[in-house]
Protein backbone atom coordinates (compact mmCIF):
# COMPACT_ATOMS: atom_id res chain seq x y z
CA UNK A 1 0.00 0.00 0.00
CA UNK A 2 1.56 3.06 -1.11
CA UNK A 3 0.90 6.54 1.11
CA UNK A 4 2.25 10.19 0.87
CA UNK A 5 5.01 10.35 3.84
CA UNK A 6 4.55 11.39 6.79
CA UNK A 7 4.51 15.39 7.94
CA UNK A 8 7.96 16.39 9.01
CA UNK A 9 9.32 12.90 6.71
CA UNK A 10 12.53 13.99 4.64
CA UNK A 11 12.18 14.88 0.98
CA UNK A 12 11.69 11.83 -1.49
CA UNK A 13 12.50 12.53 -4.92
CA UNK A 14 12.79 15.63 -7.59
CA UNK A 15 12.36 17.50 -4.74
CA UNK A 16 15.22 16.48 -2.80
CA UNK A 17 16.99 16.91 -6.00
CA UNK A 18 15.97 20.59 -6.45
CA UNK A 19 16.80 21.40 -2.58
CA UNK A 20 20.26 20.13 -3.79
CA UNK A 21 20.63 22.01 -6.14
CA UNK A 22 20.09 25.12 -5.08
CA UNK A 23 21.86 24.50 -1.56
CA UNK A 24 24.69 23.47 -4.11
CA UNK A 25 24.73 26.13 -6.04
CA UNK A 26 24.63 28.90 -3.14
CA UNK A 27 27.67 26.87 -1.68
CA UNK A 28 29.51 27.23 -4.98
CA UNK A 29 29.05 30.59 -4.92
CA UNK A 30 30.16 31.07 -1.72
CA UNK A 31 32.97 29.05 -1.72
CA UNK A 32 34.10 30.91 -5.17
CA UNK A 33 33.98 34.24 -3.64
CA UNK A 34 34.78 33.62 0.07
CA UNK A 35 36.77 30.64 0.56
CA UNK A 36 39.60 31.11 -2.83
CA UNK A 37 41.03 33.81 -2.14
CA UNK A 38 40.97 33.37 1.74
CA UNK A 39 42.39 29.80 2.07
CA UNK A 40 43.68 29.20 -1.67
CA UNK A 41 43.80 25.73 -2.58
CA UNK A 42 41.69 24.54 -0.08
CA UNK A 43 39.06 26.73 -0.99
CA UNK A 44 39.66 25.73 -4.46
CA UNK A 45 38.70 22.02 -3.56
CA UNK A 46 35.54 23.24 -1.29
CA UNK A 47 34.34 24.85 -4.39
CA UNK A 48 34.88 21.72 -6.50
CA UNK A 49 33.31 19.48 -3.71
CA UNK A 50 30.11 21.92 -4.07
CA UNK A 51 30.51 21.90 -7.62
CA UNK A 52 29.82 18.44 -7.86
CA UNK A 53 27.31 18.65 -5.79
CA UNK A 54 25.36 20.59 -7.71
CA UNK A 55 26.13 18.97 -11.05
CA UNK A 56 25.20 16.05 -9.62
CA UNK A 57 21.61 17.05 -7.99
CA UNK A 58 21.54 19.17 -11.68
CA UNK A 59 22.01 15.99 -13.52
CA UNK A 60 19.07 14.37 -11.83
CA UNK A 61 16.40 17.32 -11.70
CA UNK A 62 17.61 18.36 -15.25
CA UNK A 63 17.75 14.60 -16.68
CA UNK A 64 14.58 13.43 -16.44
CA UNK A 65 16.45 10.69 -14.85
CA UNK A 66 15.54 10.53 -11.15
CA UNK A 67 13.09 8.22 -10.20
CA UNK A 68 11.46 8.45 -6.73
CA UNK A 69 11.80 5.77 -4.19
CA UNK A 70 8.12 4.16 -3.32
CA UNK A 71 7.11 5.19 -0.10
CA UNK A 72 5.22 2.17 1.79
CA UNK A 73 4.15 1.78 5.23
CA UNK A 74 4.04 -1.52 6.66
CA UNK A 75 0.33 -3.11 8.01
CA UNK A 76 0.94 -3.90 11.89
CA UNK A 77 0.23 -7.61 10.66
CA UNK A 78 3.30 -7.70 8.87
CA UNK A 79 5.41 -5.75 11.54
CA UNK A 80 3.63 -8.41 14.02
CA UNK A 81 4.60 -11.47 11.64
CA UNK A 82 8.50 -10.03 11.10
CA UNK A 83 8.71 -9.93 15.09
CA UNK A 84 8.22 -13.42 15.43
CA UNK A 85 10.04 -14.71 12.60
CA UNK A 86 13.14 -12.47 14.31
CA UNK A 87 12.25 -14.70 17.74
CA UNK A 88 11.80 -17.74 16.10
CA UNK A 89 15.18 -16.92 14.34
CA UNK A 90 17.14 -15.70 17.83
CA UNK A 91 15.51 -18.97 19.83
CA UNK A 92 16.84 -21.62 17.29
CA UNK A 93 20.52 -19.51 17.02
CA UNK A 94 20.36 -19.75 21.23
CA UNK A 95 19.66 -23.58 20.85
CA UNK A 96 22.71 -23.63 18.28
CA UNK A 97 24.63 -21.69 21.04
CA UNK A 98 23.85 -23.44 23.85
CA UNK A 99 24.60 -26.72 22.42
CA UNK A 100 27.63 -25.31 20.93
CA UNK A 101 27.14 -25.31 17.72
CA UNK A 102 27.93 -21.52 17.72
CA UNK A 103 30.91 -19.38 19.56
CA UNK A 104 29.69 -16.41 21.88
CA UNK A 105 31.04 -13.83 19.22
CA UNK A 106 29.27 -15.27 16.59
CA UNK A 107 25.91 -15.57 18.64
CA UNK A 108 25.81 -12.00 19.48
CA UNK A 109 26.94 -10.89 16.03
CA UNK A 110 23.95 -12.89 14.35
CA UNK A 111 21.89 -11.71 17.24
CA UNK A 112 22.50 -7.93 16.61
CA UNK A 113 21.79 -8.79 12.65
CA UNK A 114 18.52 -10.40 13.13
CA UNK A 115 17.47 -7.26 15.42
CA UNK A 116 18.73 -4.62 12.81
CA UNK A 117 16.58 -6.18 10.65
CA UNK A 118 13.49 -5.15 12.53
Not at 46 to 73: C, D, I, M, S, W
Not at 81 to 96: V, W
Amino acid sequence: MADRPEKGAPLAGKGKSVLGLVVGAALTVFCALYAVPRYGNTGAVLTALALAVTGYNAYFVFGGKHTPPEVRQQTEEENEQAREEARAQIMALEEQYNSGLVSYEDYIAKRQEIISQL
